[in-house]
């Protein structure tokens, strides 16, 4: 079935014909696919908007019948035979549904992709749908068969599509949804744009029958020489051999899988050159294993805490930050490109940054892969964020497992030292379970880098000058994290130099934002808000407080660059955008981008 071809069938119909899986089929992930042999799927999709969702009907694993079609043929005098996909318009993949379309800008809900592909499949080769992310749940159809379905707007999946696949024609049709809802993670309410469709990348990415889909390899804590780590062989057992390889170091080791198709390393090195900030770098690695071959680029360096410092390579650092959202520079929209990635990451590298957030859910794997060159350290968040369903198992089931696809795609980036599991959520102890439970998670999965969570200023009395971190979550985490607006939400910028920090915990403490917001190009006195003399105000003031806490390992005001926002409307000033960049939406850079320059420039680098 070709539904280029189908003239009179619509979008329903084509869904009742396909057969669906006998069970629903959660999606694969794949590691270093961006190193894999692919065939790109970028480009026009045609696309059907279904408000309605008359598309899935009420089963999830299966099309809608609804007596709309029989045997994949339109019922006379049926309803809906209107809906064509060769006829409907296109949107460009990778993209966002709202800021291609002006009648898509508010839209909320599930819309349908579909486009034809050839393809010729290979004897002994098995192919996986690779989907950068859809926001939010995806369902996926090829040919005649309902392949998987995934759930999380900002982390990959991986669908196997080798039984289904024919020679010649094919063709793939998607389900996204966006519509916000509380049992989701984020929750029913965000403070950025809620981005529809599919909005990173798409390929199909070909491997041997036993492959090579997982493989962690670091630096030791405490070492400078020590590597260990792991490869994993989906389809096989014990007993087959893996060699990894670091020709720059002149490094060849083997070993045997476990039952499980595990094999583990651990090896001293000689010449090792650690990665930093001054120094990214970066050395090609290579694992076989039988006909599979994965090749990668790989930093190595520790990092740890020390009392009230973050340490890196066994030396005290000062993480000069920067927050960032994935807003496309100059054309706004989701950020997906490693274009997109150079411009926002070189922006904070002209800051004098060595440090940056990426809020609030996990960006592009261009960025991680970008900052491992730039030499970015950087902290990588899941959405949980402002309320969430606490006690929701589907809820915490959703939130481990994009916590464990944002782990297992960026493991083996240098780049990333900080595992971040909330931002800004109330103080409850069914909130502190959950997220407590999430640190756990990420331990187990991953125990060489911290765990952060940006947390919010405790309650203060009326002329309390004094902030004590005492949120219980604290407990749970390596690295504070406190987010704050003096200067805009509270005190008066001539009052910030005067407010006082405790830390009871006596753990590293990172101001992960502060701020204020102001309109390009508008130029006002200092105490005009929403001027950029008022934001670069801010920022002054905010250096005079900082400089007095001894215990402070970091900071990253937000933020980078303007974002859209639905909460954002002062007309002719937010216009729908949080103006709190120190980059405009158009590329301009506003003056307190050269306050937060200077700051930085002058501070050891």
Known sequence: MRTSGLTTAF??????????????????????????????????????????????????????????????????????????????????????????????????????????????????????????????????????????????????????????????????????????????????????WNYGGITREVSLVEVPESFIDDYSLQLQKGSENQLSGYVHLAETGADQRVTLRIPELQIEQTADTDASGKATFSFATTGLQRWSP??????????????????????????EVQGEQIVLNGKPLFLRGICIHAEAPYRSGRAWSEQDAETLLGWAHDLNANFVRLAHYPHDEHMTRVADKLGLLVWSEIPVYWGNAWTNPHTFDVTSQQLHEMIRRDNNKASVIMWSMSNETPISPERTEFIGKLAGLARRQDATRLITSAMVIPHRHAGDKTIVMDDPLGQHLDVLAYNEYFGWYSDKPSEISQIKWENPMHKPLIISEFGAEAKGGLHKEADYRFSEEYQANVFQQQFQMLKNIPFLAGMTPWLLMDFRSPMRQLPGIQDYYNRKGLVSDKGEKKKAFSVLQEYYGHMPQ
């Open 11 to 192: 979008f329903l119909v084509l869904l009742a014909s396909l057969t669906p899986l006998k069970a629903q089929q959660p999606a694969a992930l794949l590691v270093d696919v961006d190193h894999r042999q692919q065939t790109g799927l970028n480009g026009q999709w045609h696309y059907i908007v279904d408000p309605f969702r008359n598309g899935i009907g009420n089963q999830p694993d299966k099309p809608n019948l609804n007596g709309y079609a029989k045997n994949g043929h339109p019922v006379p005098g049926g309803a809906l035979q209107e809906y064509d996909f060769a006829q409907s318009p296109t949107l460009q993949v990778p993209g966002d549904w709202n800021s291609q379309k002006p009648e898509l800008f508010f839209y909320e809900g599930m819309l349908w992709y579909q486009r034809d592909f050839d393809y010729q499949p290979k004897q002994h080769i098995r192919v996986f749908l690779h989907f950068g992310a859809v926001n939010y749940a995806a369902q996926v159809f090829v040919n005649d068969s309902y392949i998987c379905q995934h759930e999380g707007g900002f982390t990959p999946f991986d669908c196997d599509v080798t039984s289904v696949l024919k020679s010649g024609s094919n063709f793939v049709v998607v389900a996204a949804d966006n519509q916000r809802q509380v049992e989701r993670v984020p929750g029913n309410k965000m403070d950025w």
């Open 278 to 303: 001054a120094s990214p770098k970066l050395y090609n690695i290579e694992i076989s294993a039988g006909s599979d071959t994965l090749k990668d680029d790989v930093g190595f360096r520790t990092v």
